[in-house]
């Protein structure tokens, strides 16, 4: 699977959007790119997956660019509730597991 | 939106202690399971997969007979840490997919803390 660069930390005052970037220069073109978030103590949470279109749910967009080679998660009002580590991931149909990086860790500032 | 439950949340046990964790899809079939482990301040760790009826396949580095997975059908996989030590203690995190592979996303449980006095 491509790997994934994303900033360690990221700031965002409540109730503004936060842009999560990702860069995956290597991705290959059966490759998706999975958003999940991870809050204290829980267990991963799904928020967004594409492949080559942007893509919109009830939780967040997701912004691939035409190469492919970068992507942005979008929370269009961020809450105190969304403060996580986020993490941006790519998997190939071949592949069986989710590798997990280091993500972002997003605090939302009140 | 599909559900993996995960039970217990949390065991405080002794030392030498054998420790089941259960992990059920609730709404889906898991054809595949897999089961990470989370240290503090660090990222999940792959420990096994296990597909419904087979062995499971263990990472490099984690002891099969400690660790021993089992994924009798299609909506529920254990893990049972055999005696348990305090280095054992851990988040463990069950996740489960269906048939779709890639194209569908991976759910998670929200996680076993374990702690070994």
């Known amino acids: 699977d491509a790997k994934t660069t994303q900033p360690p930390s990221m700031d965002c005052a409540e109730g503004r959007a936060a842009n999560l970037p990702c860069n995956h220069s290597?991705?290959?073109?059966?490759?998706?790119v999975y958003w999940y978030r991870q809050i204290h103590s829980q267990g991963p949470q799904y928020i967004i997956h594409?492949?080559?279109n942007n893509e919109t749910n009830e939780m967040a967009s997701l912004i691939i660019t035409e190469d492919r080679k970068s992507s942005t998660l979008i929370l269009p009002h961020a809450t105190l509730r969304d403060t996580a580590v986020y993490y941006c991931?790519?998997?190939?149909?071949?592949?069986?597991?989710?590798?997990f990086g280091t993500g972002t860790r997003l605090t939302v500032i009140p | 939106g599909a559900v993996v439950s995960q039970h217990p949340s949390r065991v405080i046990c002794k030392s030498g202690t054998s420790v089941k964790i259960e992990c059920r899809s609730l709404?889906?079939?898991?054809?595949?399971m897999f089961w990470y482990r989370q240290f503090p301040k660090q990222s999940l760790m792959l420990m096994a997969t296990?597909?419904?009826?087979?062995?499971?396949?263990?990472e490099q580095g984690v002891e099969k007979d400690k660790f021993l997975i089992n994924h009798a059908s299609l909506t529920l996989s254990t893990l049972t840490v055999t005696s348990a030590h305090p280095e054992d203690s851990s988040f463990y995190i069950c996740?489960?997919?269906?048939?779709?592979?890639?194209?569908?996303?991976?759910?998670f449980g929200d996680g076993t803390r374990l702690s070994i006095l």
């Open positions: 996740s489960a997919r269906g048939r779709q592979g890639a194209s569908q996303p991976q759910h």
């Open positions: 290597t991705i290959s073109g059966n490759e998706y």
């Open positions: 594409g492949l080559k």
């Open positions: 991931i790519v998997r190939g149909t071949g592949a069986n597991n989710l590798f």
């Open positions: 709404d889906f079939q898991a054809t595949t």
């Open positions: 296990s597909n419904e009826g087979s062995k499971a396949t263990y």
